[in-house]
């Protein structure tokens, strides 16, 4: 038997169908971010790793509904999306095969119910993203939909009772990997058409769109990446209190994941201007021994 079947078995998942569904989120999941969704496999209890699997894939594929496709009809899609979430909520039933894993999902972790109906009732503000004029343009954004997006997931290592302090660390967290990937994914969103560095802090630097779009390796453009980079490596920093307040069978993951983070902004501080060619990449090798001195203790955990 599989490690991802025993995983199944663990979490209680035993219908075929039901099973299926949650395999077909797990390729979903895996695609999106190979180093991430490696660690949640190798550091997570396997009762866990199922649901993880599942919330993460609810939130790709919702993403992708908001930011791809021809841009007049996103509006409607996501409409669509949301009222057939919703009634499956309100019914308890779907045969959609990312909502009916969450269903599943949420009646094992009954209060993921309210992080994914605060996550759509806030999601549009993805859809309507034209960019940030300043800093308090992004902090609302973060407000609006990373902070509900990635406690889609977060929820699940929340601690029982008061979870306020574990937010307010999430928090902190996703500013820190928002940063992260608006700068790393400089490129790619700019081919899309999207600016995600605030138009202040490009003024700053005497940088304009079209250096980023043209790539122009500029004394600006440097600044302005060893700039963001920087305050995204003190804000990761500051998150470092999530990693206690998690519950204990999440920590490790959470410890991966922060490391990991650490690895891409050294990759890309390596890279500098080139970000505006193609993202960095964590080295390989670090990534391993994280993964590995994670593992090692997160068996020492179970252990003791």
Partial sequence: MSAWSKALDAAGIREAE????????????????????????????????????ATTAFMHHSDNLLDSGPVEGRAAVYADW????????????STHPVIRPLLHTVAAHPRL??????????????????????????????????????????????????ATAFRAACRTYIDAGQRLDFVNDLAEDLADGRLTIPRETLDRFGVTREDLEQARDLPGTRQLITAVLTQTRETLNAS????????????????????????????????????????????????????????????????G
């Fill in 18 to 53: 039901l099973r299926d569904d949650y395999t077909r989120q797990r390729e979903l999941a895996a695609r999106f971010k190979r180093s991430a969704y490696l660690a949640a496999r190798l550091l997570l209890p396997a009762p866990l790793f199922p649901h993880v699997i």
């Fill in 82 to 93: 949301e009222r057939q979430v919703r009634k499956a909520l309100a019914d308890g039933e």
């Fill in 113 to 162: 119910r309210t992080h994914v109906e605060e996550y759509l009732s806030t999601a549009r503000a993805d859809l309507d993203f034209a960019g940030f004029a300043t800093e308090s343009d992004y902090q609302a954004y973060l407000d609006a939909y990373s902070l509900p997006a990635f406690m889609l997931v977060a929820c699940l290592l929340a601690p029982e009772g008061d």
């Fill in 240 to 303: 470092r209190p999530v990693t206690t307040l998690a519950t204990p069978e999440g920590r490790p993951l959470v410890r991966a994941l922060l490391a990991l983070d650490g690895l891409t902004i050294a990759a890309a501080h390596h890279k500098g201007p080139a970000l505006l060619k193609a993202s960095a990449r964590p080295s390989l090798p670090g990534v391993v021994r994280v993964l590995v001195r994670e593992r090692r203790a997160a068996g020492r955990a179970r252990r």
